[in-house]
Every structure is written in structure tokens, then in C-alpha cells.
């Protein structure tokens, strides 16, 4: 392809897939823009919560998208989430507000309300976004596109070294059984379910470590364009 316009690279798949890790050592060695949209699920959820919304009230919840303020912050590393100008990184990573982000992710009305605000991400000179639509409804016109799986015993204990590094205490069974029932409104909702664009790379990440999935990764990426 070799032509040098922006594009678009998704990284789509279950919690615990590695995606969000993946997607930010691509965005690094590309030098591209980085879209958690997760987090802007989780961020959504968070603000619900703290509202008292009802989190199955869905023109409740199309409102507080519209006066949503949330912003990311480029640290060192990871970029800091600000709700109202606060940092809530840690609270936005807990499992509760996980749960959350996935009954809010529900709704059809929720998603087309946050189409905008998500692909409002891709800027010059390019963006890496992971989440569970972004190669078919948000970026379906992506350059490349990829779907990290992991089983669900893999997924539970990489998010139990996540939790534990945070400070936050954690159960590798209850994470597990989270993670399966999680996993199931994911896939079987009607709108934007979880599942890999026909046009994506399925990449089984299970027996991999980060570097070996960034470097089959990128080495597609090179590969092709
Ligand atoms: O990836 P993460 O665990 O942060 O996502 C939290 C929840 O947000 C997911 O379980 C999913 O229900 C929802 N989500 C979504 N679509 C995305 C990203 C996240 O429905 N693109």
C-alpha cells in the first residue's frame, strides 16, 4: 500500500484478551493515537453510578452522554482518564465499574450516541483502537484489523496480576466466573455484539507473551502495507 495517509488499526476482543496492553505498544511503535474504548464505556457507567442513573434507563443514559466530560491525559506511560477534571483511573479499572460499563454497553441508543465520540479519535497520523466493535461498526473501513482471544483461565489470571499491581485485591475463581458471564451479555446482546469482523485477523493469544503478539502484530502490519 505504502501511501502515507492516517489510518485506522483495530484491536478487538474478550477482557483479559491482552488487547489493551497490545494496543498500546502498536500505537507506541507506530506513533499513533490510541482509543481505550472501554474506557469510555467505563467512563460512562462511572458517571451513571455516581448520578444515580438507572443503568437500564436508556434515554437517562443517552442524556448523560451528551453532557459527558471526559478527557485523557498523556502521562508517562498510560494515559490518565479525567471525569469532571478527576483523575479516576483506579476506580474506572475495578471490576463493579467493569460490570457496569457492560450493562450500559447494552444499549443500542447508548452506542450510537457514543459513534461520534469515539471515532472523533482518529487524527493524523493515525490511530490504534481496541474494544469489542471497533473493526465493524465504529472503524469498519479500518486498515487492519484484529481479534485477540485468550481462554478464559488465561483472561482471569493476567486481569488477576493487573489487579493485584494496582493495589486492589482480587480472586482468580470470581474474576473467572465475572469474566464468563461478562463475556455472554458481550456476545449474545443485540446491538454491536462481540465478535470478530469477517475482515480480521484472529490472533490467539493464550500462549503468548505481549512481545511476541506485538511483533506478529506489527510484522503483518509491515507485511502489508
Ligand atoms: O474492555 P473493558 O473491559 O474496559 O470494557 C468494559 C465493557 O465495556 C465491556 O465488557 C463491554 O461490555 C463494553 N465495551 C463495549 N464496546 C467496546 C468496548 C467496551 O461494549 N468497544
Redesign the pocket.
Known amino acids: 500500500m505504502n501511501d502515507n495517509s492516517p489510518y485506522v488499526v483495530t484491536i ?1 476482543g474478550p ?1 483479559g484478551s491482552g488487547k ?1 496492553s497490545l494496543a498500546l505498544s502498536i500505537a507506541k511503535e507506530l506513533g499513533f493515537h490510541l482509543l ?7 467512563l460512562l457507567a462511572l458517571k451513571a453510578m455516581r448520578e444515580d442513573v438507572d443503568l437500564d434507563d436508556e434515554n437517562a443514559l443517552v442524556e448523560l452522554v451528551a453532557a459527558l466530560d471526559i478527557r485523557f491525559e498523556t502521562g508517562d506511560e498510560l494515559s490518565i482518564p479525567l471525569l469532571d477534571n478527576e483523575d479516576v483511573s483506579a476506580v474506572l479499572r475495578t471490576e463493579e465499574t ?1 460490570d457496569a ?2 450493562r450500559v ?1 447494552r444499549h443500542g441508543p447508548v ?1 450510537s450516541a457514543l459513534l461520534a465520540v469515539q471515532q472523533a479519535f482518529f487524527k493524523a497520523p493515525g490511530l490504534v483502537a481496541d ?4 473493526g465493524t461498526v ?1 472503524f469498519p473501513e479500518a486498515r487492519f484489523k484484529f481479534f485477540l482471544y485468550a481462554s478464559v483461565e488465561i483472561r482471569a489470571q493476567r486481569r488477576y496480576k493487573q489487579l493485584i499491581n494496582m493495589g486492589l485485591s482480587a480472586s482468580i475463581p470470581q474474576l473467572q466466573a465475572d469474566m464468563t458471564e ?1 463475556d455472554e ?2 456476545r449474545n446482546r443485540e446491538a ?1 455484539p ?1 465478535l470478530p469482523a469477517v475482515d480480521a485477523l484472529v490472533v490467539d493469544s493464550s500462549l503468548l507473551d505481549l512481545n511476541q503478539v506485538t511483533e506478529l502484530v506489527l510484522g503483518h502490519i509491515r507485511d502489508v502495507d
Request: proline content about 0%; overall charge positive.
Open positions: 478487538d477482557g489493551g481505550d474504548s472501554g474506557a469510555i464505556y467505563r467493569g460499563a457492560s454497553a452506542r474494544g469489542r466493535d471497533m465504529v461478562r451479555r458481550d454491536s462481540l
